[in-house]
T-cell receptor, first 112, second 112 residues
Framework: DADVTQTPRNRITKTGKRIMLECSQT?????MYWYRQDPGLGLRLIYY???????NKGEISDGYSVSRQAQAKFSLSLESAIPNQTALYFC???????????FGQGTRLTVV | LAKTTQPISMDSYEGQEVNITCSHN???????ITWYQQFPSQGPRFIIQ???TKVTNEVASLFIPADRKSSTLSLPRVSLSDTAVYYC?????????????FGTGTKLQVIP
């Protein structure tokens, strides 16, 4: 089983719909992250969480919200999806040393 | 926040050694240098991390000169499966409230 699991792997949704992307990890790490990847732009940080009670905005948080339901679960929501949120989304975890981050397989989201 | 500069792309023939250099002129005293590999439609994967001099593991070597303003990832005898994007990061993935970005990386194409 994967250390970091993202669901769904692929999703097509309509403009204005609410959608939730889920992430769970079995690493036992406190730190979790959501990234977005667009072609030619690398990965950009959306939100990050140091523990269940500590959630912080990343560089591109507008239009997104998150929920850290437990140490192992970190979900990303798009309250009202728009086409320019079409992208590949990655969840990641790391321990307190940040030596190594473990990424999920990604969720490919298309907003039409 | 240290900024990194890498070549956008590189080509190499199978069996050759590949060296990818990353510039990070503003690296801080406490910053580490970390490299990730990303295959298409997959999450990035940790390759190697170092602070100074040379680090070697089963996958790659990392060379860091004394001034630490650059680093070189060395992949010995590449194969077609090494075709991927390679990211150089400076700092921790997240330390305190620093937000380290991945940048656009170096796209390595291995040619038969």
């Amino acid at each position: 089983d994967a250390d970091v699991t993202q669901t769904p792997r692929n999703r097509i949704t309509k403009t204005g719909k609410r959608i939730m992307l889920e992430c769970s990890q079995t690493k036992g790490h406190d730190r979790m992250y959501w990234y977005r990847q667009d072609p030619g732009l690398g990965l950009r940080l959306i939100y990050y969480s140091f523990d269940v009670k500590d959630i912080n905005k990343g560089e591109i948080s507008d239009g997104y919200s998150v929920s850290r339901q437990a140490q192992a679960k970190f979900s990303l929501s798009l309250e009202s999806a728009i086409p320019n949120q079409t992208a590949l989304y990655f969840c990641a975890t790391s321990d307190l040393t940040d030596t190594e981050a473990f990424f999920g397989q990604g969720t490919r989201l298309t907003v039409v | 926040l240290a900024k990194t500069t890498q070549p956008i792309s590189m080509d190499s023939y199978e069996g050759q050694e590949v060296n990818i250099t990353c510039s990070h002129n503003n690296i801080a005293t406490n910053d580490y240098i970390t490299w990730y590999q990303q295959f298409p439609s997959q999450g990035p994967r940790f390759i190697i991390q170092g602070y100074k001099t040379k680090v070697t593991n089963e996958v790659a070597s990392l060379f860091i000169p004394a001034d630490r303003k650059s680093s070189t990832l060395s992949l010995p005898r590449v194969s077609l499966s090494d075709t991927a994007v390679y990211y150089c990061l400076v700092g921790a993935l997240l330390r305190g409230y620093q937000k380290v970005t991945f940048g656009t990386g170096t796209k390595l194409q291995v040619i038969p």
